[in-house]
């Protein structure tokens, strides 16, 4: 009952070093998303997709990338890291609206960059 | 800009206290609001989704509420218990809008013995 899945859990970075954060869903959703937490900020929605082959950019997507080539994995990459981007990340995935909507948040990717 | 305002951010209570938590949004075209609960270094748990043709959701010892034209949504925590310490989020899908949540901040919850 994996529901979705984020690797690494932990990750410290130096700036300027890239890496990408993998999330996984085995519920057959159409929709994933990227999502930042940061103190005081609450959620933020870094970049979406609504289907396999599909991206698009959320509120805060500057400094990132993302790839949706299986209907199953959602990627978020960094290709030059900042201290900017320390953050907790978190993926989630919905059905779609045409449904309720929910989302499931998967435990979230620690990243440092220092 | 739809803005999701939670009050109080901190609460403590004690053990067996019923309570409410709130929720306010700027922007009434609403799909749903979902109410999360998070522990501490863990992710989000959806506790309950109230569809934007709905006035209540229930779940146990949750009831959640939501009135559209003024904007609130109240989380009622009966009986509450230690077990229910955590920081809750309600957060609001637009309409149309591929369900891209928008959080509030949370109110972190303490319920003590």
């Known amino acids: 009952n994996a529901g979705v899945t984020q690797t690494p859990k932990f990750r410290v970075l130096k700036t300027g070093q890239s890496m990408t954060l993998l999330c996984a869903q085995d519920?057959?959703?159409?929709?994933m998303y990227w999502y930042r937490q940061d103190p005081g900020m609450g959620l933020r929605l870094i970049h979406y997709?609504?289907?396999?082959?599909?991206?698009a950019k959320g509120e805060v997507p500057d400094g990132y990338n993302v790839s949706r080539l299986k209907k199953q994995n959602f990627l978020l990459g960094l290709e030059s890291a900042a201290p900017s981007q320390t953050s907790v990340y978190f993926c989630?995935?919905?059905?779609?609206?045409?449904?309720?909507?929910?989302?499931?948040f998967g435990e979230g990717s620690r990243l440092t960059v220092l | 800009k739809q803005e999701v305002t939670q009050i109080p951010a901190a609460l403590s209570v004690p053990e067996g206290e019923n309570l409410v938590l709130n929720c306010s949004f700027t922007?009434?075209?609403?799909?749903?609001l979902q109410w999360f609960r998070q522990d501490p270094g863990k992710g989000l748990t959806s506790l309950l989704l109230?569809?934007?043709?709905?006035r209540e959701q229930t779940s146990g010892r949750l009831n959640a509420s939501l009135d559209k034209s003024s904007g609130r949504s109240t989380l009622y925590i009966a009986a509450s218990q230690p077990g229910d310490s955590a920081t809750y989020l309600c957060?609001?899908?637009?309409?149309?809008?591929?369900?891209?949540?928008?959080f509030g901040t949370g109110t972190r919850l303490q319920v003590t013995l």
């Open positions: 109230i569809q934007s043709s709905q």
């Open positions: 957060a609001v899908i637009r309409t149309g809008t591929a369900s891209k949540l928008t």
């Open positions: 922007d009434s075209a609403i799909y749903n």
């Open positions: 997709s609504v289907g396999e082959g599909t991206t």
């Open positions: 989630a995935s919905s059905r779609g609206t045409e449904n309720t909507g929910e989302l499931f």
């Open positions: 519920m057959n959703h159409e929709y």
